[in-house]
């Protein structure tokens, strides 16, 4: 991230950033959570991200739930941009009570435009599209702790900092690709697909999958 970069630490999203990010066309979303079991488990950290650097984190209270950033991801004319939505997008409905509408998910964008690996972590995405080497070295660290550190807090900002980008530059790849035999174009076959997940967040969100991964295919698998 650049040393210029931006972002701050908050319960809730203030009138005016509600007012900021719903502007804008595209803002990214990732959170960091303390363990994986729906229904169980607790989002720590919401960090949300902008075409213009600006990243804020949130500390959800749990007992009082954050109502601006709750309208704001229930906004369906914003879109919301995630790497690897079906967790997140779940967990929101499970933690803290909020249906995000109008979501993407990057992972399932890479898998379907760029073939030819199975590399299609975020890391993978900034090294290749970006030239930007991303460190992962705090992603398992402990998120429920009451205070985080300066590192656990720019590996979180950098989650979202660089995502608008890389959108921009997956749909960018989808244009050079050719259409499939069918006659659809890969940026058909992704809207397909990226259609098919607010099933299977609900699907998620009510037990199946947590221990049996018959839901699952390659393309939404971890």
């Known amino acids: 991230m650049s040393q210029n970069s931006h972002f701050q630490i908050v319960e809730d999203l203030n009138d005016q950033q509600l007012i900021d990010y719903t502007a804008k066309q595209l803002i990214a979303v990732d959170t960091e959570l303390h363990g994986l079991k729906m229904n169980r488990d607790n989002i720590c950290l919401i960090q949300l991200g902008d075409d213009a650097s600006n990243v804020t984190l949130i500390r959800p209270n749990l007992q009082r739930p954050p109502k601006n950033l709750k309208i704001l991801l229930e906004d369906s004319s914003v879109r919301k941009l995630f790497h690897f939505?079906?967790?997140?997008?779940?967990?929101?409905?499970?933690?803290?009570?909020?249906?995000?509408?109008?979501?993407?998910?990057?992972?399932?964008?890479?898998?379907?435009?760029?073939?030819?690996?199975?590399?299609?972590?975020?890391?993978?995405?900034?090294?290749?599209l970006l030239g930007i080497e991303l460190s992962k070295q705090q992603q398992q660290t402990n998120w429920a702790s009451p205070?985080?550190?300066?590192?656990?807090?720019?590996?979180?900002?950098?989650?979202?900092?660089?995502?608008?980008?890389?959108?921009?530059?997956?749909?960018?790849?989808?244009?050079?690709?050719?259409?499939?035999?069918?006659?659809?174009?890969?940026?058909?076959?992704?809207?397909?697909?990226?259609?098919?997940?607010?099933?299977?967040?609900?699907?998620?969100?009510?037990?199946?999958?947590?221990?049996?991964?018959?839901?699952?295919?390659?393309?939404?698998?971890?």
Not at 85 to 113: H, P, Q, W, Y
Not at 185 to 206: K, S, W
Request: net charge negative; with cysteine; proline share 2%.
């Open 85 to 128: 939505a079906l967790t997140d997008v779940a967990f929101f409905a499970t933690s803290i009570g909020i249906v995000v509408e109008n979501f993407r998910c990057t992972k399932v964008m890479s898998k379907i435009v760029r073939t030819y690996t199975d590399s299609h972590g975020l890391k993978n995405l900034c090294e290749e």
């Open 147 to 222: 205070i985080l550190t300066q590192k656990q807090l720019e590996y979180a900002a950098s989650d979202v900092y660089y995502l608008v980008e890389i959108y921009h530059n997956l749909e960018k790849m989808m244009t050079y690709r050719p259409s499939l035999p069918s006659g659809k174009t890969v940026y058909e076959i992704n809207e397909i697909a990226q259609r098919i997940l607010p099933g299977l967040v609900q699907i998620l969100i009510h037990g199946y999958g947590d221990g049996d991964q018959g839901w699952e295919t390659s393309l939404f698998a971890h």
